[in-house]
């Protein structure tokens, strides 16, 4: 059959980057103009092309069929698919690519530095085009673990399993991907385009496909730059004649702050002025209407009916003059116009905000000073609106294209810890996001995670997240301390001067004297303050000494000590002055040393 082209309004043509939705492929920067006036509209010229596939016919059923997709989708039968043919039962062939000197060469840059994003790019395309399947299921696997923002990606990853045939794996992929990036609407646009020819066939598709539809508007229906979803769900349902659901989809759409919200209105306007208006809303609302065009005029000879025969004469509506169905249509329209009105304002208070956004997708280069102020801006306008739906979405929204900064993943955290107890899933769900995909090596937000899961009471957990960001990022003092800390406040004691042993065997041998000396000074406390053992305090400050001859703070240490005991430890306060005095310390050290050895004579010396 022919497939039935649905013009779907946007905002700009996007370039299939696998990056995001809105990257223009012209040369002008989207939005490059600030609309300082009342009337803030959306000027929508351009279209993409959404196909929306037609019912089969009968004789079609179990053979090859086209589905509507941004491109012509073809499933086949089971007996069909490519697997099954001979030409994939060459799996020797097929290993022998796996394992070729060309796919190693494309995998070694990335093996090298998994963050190198042109190496993965290569791979990528290397796969795609050499068709042997396990290589590019690991390749697109790995690159998605690291890169899960890329929308182009998951639509790539899905259209090759497609093309190989494998239905069920191609349906997985794309839930993958929508739970990586809900917010995506191309990638849900492209999603239920498959979807619509896939179950075109079935028995219930309509009802299935409208879930579908439902489930989308859900996920990212209040999102700014959601118009393409909603006007597909709308030229869906209008292809189907479903004109009371398509009403119904706009008394929604309407309310929602949206780029193209005047583009909207301006469709509403047309579908109304185009349908008889008993066909595009229910019963009851027609009533209603026509109750209230009388009180203010007469039209015709309606007036002068009882109030009993309205249903009547709205079943005969086909025979009204075209003065009456306009006024009616004006009616329909000038109830949603209020509502339109209300939502303008609410557009008007976004528009700077989202007019700044010049890179809403996500991207490995750094984003520009602005744009990062334009983010913060926008978050604490929005936050102090108070709207807890549309903050969520904005601060998803702005991890999008913010992926890789801490700073907007912990003012996330942070606002969902003032949420309350019932926020706790959604607080862990954004920690794991943050740590194990995007912030694997950033400690700030791990050693929050850690804290949060501590104070949870999930011990194991937060000595596996310190324990991982330690394994990727070593020799960090704080997460060393972290680490030892939580074994100290769990009791275990033993495991703690096991970790103060281990890290200063390994600072020892790095020969990082700052490092070393503080893990020194800390296992020194920790044994007389926490173990009650002076002296093997004290043996541990003298070691360190014996590395670090020249270390003003050792030797003040051993100073505290003997201050800490009871009483006062005179003679190893005495040895550990002379010892500073007798090193090779620069001579204002000296000088302080002797200053404060006077002083405590003067202070606690016996005679």
Same mark, same amino acid.
């Given at each position: 059959g022919s497939e039935a082209i649905v013009d779907v309004p946007v905002e700009e043509k996007v370039l299939d980057n696998g990056f995001g939705e809105d990257e223009a492929i012209t040369n002008e920067e989207p939005n490059d103009t600030?609309?300082?006036?009342?009337?803030?509209?959306?000027?929508?010229?351009?279209?993409?092309?959404? &196909?929306? %596939? *037609? !019912? &089969?016919? %009968? *004789? !079609?059923?179990?053979?090859?069929?086209?589905?509507s997709a941004s491109e012509t989708l073809e499933i086949q039968a089971p007996s069909l698919a490519k697997e099954d043919t001979p030409e994939a039962e060459e799996k020797p062939a097929k290993k022998k690519k796996k394992d070729s000197p060309e796919l190693a060469k494309a995998w070694k840059p990335v093996k090298e530095d998994p963050t190198d994003f042109t190496g993965w790019t290569y791979l990528l395309q290397y796969v795609d085009q050499e068709g042997e399947l396990e290589s590019a299921r690991e390749a697109y696997d790995a690159f998605l673990s690291h890169y899960p923002y890329c929308y182009g990606y998951w639509k790539k990853y899905a259209d090759y399993e497609r093309r190989k045939g494998n239905v069920d794996v191609c349906d997985k992929v794309f839930e993958r991907g929508l739970k990586a990036i809900p917010l995506s609407v191309d990638l849900w646009v492209h999603y239920l385009t498959y979807f619509i020819g896939k179950v075109s066939m079935d028995e219930d598709a309509e009802q299935r496909v409208r879930e579908q539809f439902e489930r989308a508007i859900d996920t990212c229906g209040i999102e700014f730059r959601s118009s393409r979803l909603w006007e597909y769900y709308i030229k869906w349902e209008e292809e189907l004649k479903n004109f009371k659901r398509v009403t119904s989809l706009y008394d929604r759409l309407l309310r929602i702050p949206t780029q193209a919200y005047n583009t909207h209105f301006e469709n509403f306007q047309e579908f109304v002025n185009n349908r008889i208006p008993k066909e595009i809303l229910p019963m009851d609302d027609l009533v209603e209407l026509k109750k209230e065009m009388t009180k203010k005029t007469d039209v015709g000879e309606d007036s002068k009916k009882p109030p009993g025969v309205e249903e009547s004469d709205l079943a005969a509506m086909e025979s009204w003059s075209e003065e009456q169905l306009k006024a009616l249509r004006d009616k329909i329209i000038e109830k949603r116009k209020k509502i339109h009105q209300a939502n303008e304002i609410e557009v008007s208070k976004r528009w700077a905000y989202e007019d700044g956004i010049k890179r809403p997708y996500f991207h490995v280069k750094p984003l520009e000073k602005g744009q990062l102020k334009n983010w913060q801006e926008y978050l604490d306008w929005e936050v102090s609106q108070g709207i807890d739906n549309r903050i969520h979405i904005l601060f998803e929204r702005c991890l999008i294209a913010c992926a890789l900064y801490e700073d907007f993943w912990m003012r996330y955290v942070y606002y969902l810890e003032t949420k309350g107890p019932e926020y706790e899933s959604q607080l862990r769900g954004v920690f794991e996001r943050a740590c194990t995909i995007h912030l694997k090596k950033k400690p700030n937000i791990h050693m929050k995670w850690a804290t949060f899961e501590e104070s949870k009471g999930d011990f194991i957990k937060a000595g596996e997240i310190l324990t991982q960001l330690e394994t990727l990022v070593p020799d960090l003092l704080q997460v060393m301390y972290r680490r030892i800390n939580l074994e100290r406040r769990l009791g275990r004691l033993s495991e703690a001067e096991a970790l103060y042993k281990q890290y200063l065997d390994r600072l020892r041998a790095n020969s990082n004297s700052f490092m070393y000396t503080n893990m020194v000074i800390k296992y020194a406390r920790f044994c007389y303050k926490i173990l009650g053992d002076f002296q093997k305090g004290i043996d541990i400050v003298n070691e360190g000494i014996e590395k670090e001859k020249d270390s003003p703070r050792l030797y003040m240490q051993l100073v505290d000590i003997g201050m800490q005991r009871q009483p006062i430890d005179e003679t190893l306060i005495l040895l550990a002055f002379e010892k500073a005095l007798s090193s090779d310390m620069e001579y204002d050290q000296k000088l302080m040393f002797s200053q404060r050895k006077i002083e405590f004579l003067e202070d606690f010396g016996i005679n």
């Open positions: 600030a609309e300082t006036k009342t009337d803030v509209e959306m000027k929508e010229k351009e279209t993409i092309e959404v &196909p929306v %596939a *037609e !019912e &089969p016919p %009968a *004789e !079609e059923v179990g053979k090859k069929r086209k589905l």
